[in-house]
């Protein structure tokens, strides 16, 4: 640690300054300690010189908030870490204020110790930081990090992953490996610099971004499970919006051999461009038969298999046989991404058309509810509409489409689909057409 540092200590109140000001002479290595307004710290950026910043927040200061983001844009006050000390903020508050970039928060009342244990800790982060900075810029003066987007180059790709593999399992540490690409429905006008800001703002500080090829990436995630994984390429699709989404594969890093890793990437990222907002986990793919994993194919065609011998509307019986080729990890990402794919698509289109019916200002009745079971109906007198969703637990969503006239059937349809492929679209265009037939059935008996 610097043997001279400067604190600054921004602060609304001057009886807090005095305080903390008291607290930080217990500090070593402590040069000076300066302390502002939050209005007056607005116009200091220029000459902005400090170590560490104490910022006061108290009962949500909006400014306070707003004061953190004007830092963090200015280039000779970025890396300056923030102790947020909170005074009656919500839980809300602390977590925008984590997500623009401070470094820590301190409760009120302030204890002495602690004090001066998060302003080492800041202090320390202020020098790594500016360590960082320095390897960061002689790696951009050699190539290897792209000027423009803070990426590891094409070129050096290859290197960059194999030295952090190796660290990882040096240290016997968790990691995740992603491989990702922009959709077909990401515009094509858009530069490679944008899609990976997209990726930074979804990403911690010490993960990290590879180009491999023309809208390919690797992202490297330290210390990150297969869940975190998935969150992360969550975060990515809601930061691209509704227009445009993202594939990927994914792997865990343990004891595999690098081009196994990278061929197994490939093949996930292959497989996963086939739809839309789709991560396939990347072990699945091993070739190396040590791994202990079906490819995902064989589990497909047992599926396949199975729904061929199936009687009409019902899901394989024996799906227990399906999961068991499958590791653990895959079930959970599955389940995991079916969820979401309730929370996002299945239960808002049902209430659009939930709302589309009731418009119509007719006495039917409508009945819908979601889950792993996901029903929606509607009817009116001796004729009911239903769409019928099940999934398997696994991959595959069994549809049911029926329309019931006095018990008689006059539609009754069975598909099992990858439920990936269920998006606002095709989910809108299954259910608006079954609406269409059920009142066209109602206005033939009208």
Request: aromatic share 8%.
């Amino acid at each position: 640690m610097s043997d001279a540092n400067t604190v600054v200590i921004i602060s609304n109140k001057q009886d807090l300054i005095k305080q903390v000001s008291q607290k930080l002479v217990l500090l070593r290595n402590l040069d000076k300690i300066k302390s502002c307004s939050i209005e007056e710290a607005q116009n200091m950026f220029d000459d902005f010189s400090a170590n560490v910043i104490v910022l006061h927040c108290e009962s949500n200061n909006v400014n306070a908030l707003n004061l953190i983001k004007k830092f963090k844009k200015q280039p000779l006050c970025a890396n300056i870490p923030i102790l947020l000390l909170n005074e009656n903020c919500s839980r809300e508050t602390i977590i925008e204020a984590f997500d623009n970039g401070i470094s820590d928060v301190l409760f009120m009342p302030i204890i002495d110790y602690e004090l001066l244990i998060r302003i080492i800790w800041c202090l320390q982060k202020n020098e790594l930081n500016l360590c960082i900075e320095s390897r960061t810029n002689f790696l951009t003066t050699l190539g290897v990090v792209q000027e423009a987007t803070g990426a590891y180059s094409q070129k050096y790709c290859e290197d960059f992953l194999k030295n952090e593999i190796a660290q990882t399992k040096k240290y016997s540490q968790r990691a995740c490996i992603l491989l990702i690409s922009p959709d077909k429905k990401y515009p094509t006008y858009k530069n490679p610099k944008e899609f990976i800001e997209i990726i930074k703002k979804s990403i911690r500080l010490n993960d990290s971004i590879a180009i491999k090829d023309i809208d390919k990436y690797y992202i490297y995630l330290q210390k990150t499970k297969l869940n975190g994984a998935y969150s992360v390429f969550e975060r990515i699709n809601n930061n691209l919006g509704v227009d445009a989404g993202a594939n990927a594969g994914v792997v865990e890093v343990q004891d595999q051999k690098f081009e196994d890793i990278t061929e197994a990437l490939n093949d996930a990222l292959d497989k996963a461009n086939e739809n839309t907002n789709s991560l396939i986990v990347a072990s699945d793919f091993y070739s190396n038969k040590s791994q202990g994993i079906l490819n995902i194919d064989s589990a497909q065609e047992i599926i396949q298999k199975q729904k061929e011998h199936q009687e009409e509307g019902q899901l394989p019986t024996n799906i227990s046989k399906v999961r068991s080729t499958l590791d653990k990890t895959s079930i959970m990402l599955f389940n995991q991404a079916y969820k979401r794919k309730i929370k996002f698509v299945i239960a808002p289109v049902f209430r659009k058309y939930e709302k589309i019916l009731k418009i119509k200002q007719q006495d039917f009745a409508i009945n819908l509810y979601v889950g792993n079971k996901s029903l929606f109906s509607v009817s009116r007198g001796d004729i009911c509409a239903s769409f019928a969703l099940e999934y398997d637990g696994v991959e595959h969503t069994l549809i049911r489409l029926s329309i019931i006239d006095n018990e008689q059937k006059r539609l009754y349809e069975t598909e099992t689909v990858d439920f990936t492929i269920l998006d606002h679209k095709k989910l809108s265009l299954m259910l608006s057409e079954l609406i269409d037939k059920f009142i066209t059935i109602l206005k033939k008996k009208g």
